[in-house]
């Protein structure tokens, strides 16, 4: 199975579980949005954040305290 069918496979999957009627024009869509954010999202996954001390309280309303 090719990287695009495992994606369209996931993608038709996804959408039945949710009730999404989806045409080709939004499936393509959803395939551009997808190719801009994944691979930031695996640097993210693959990042160690470790050393990164978290936020206590955080008031999600505003930036990040320092």
């Known amino acids: 199975m090719t990287t695009d069918s495992q994606y369209q496979a996931y ?3 996804a959408l ?3 009730g999404i009627e989806a045409d080709e024009v939004e499936r393509a869509v959803i395939a551009g949005i997808w190719e801009l954010y994944e691979p930031g999202m695996n640097l993210l996954a ?5 050393a990164v001390e978290p936020e206590r309280a955080p008031d999600l309303s505003r930036p990040p305290a320092r």
């Open 16 to 18: 039945e579980i949710y």
């Open 11 to 13: 993608l038709q999957s």
């Open 46 to 50: 693959e990042a160690d954040l470790s």
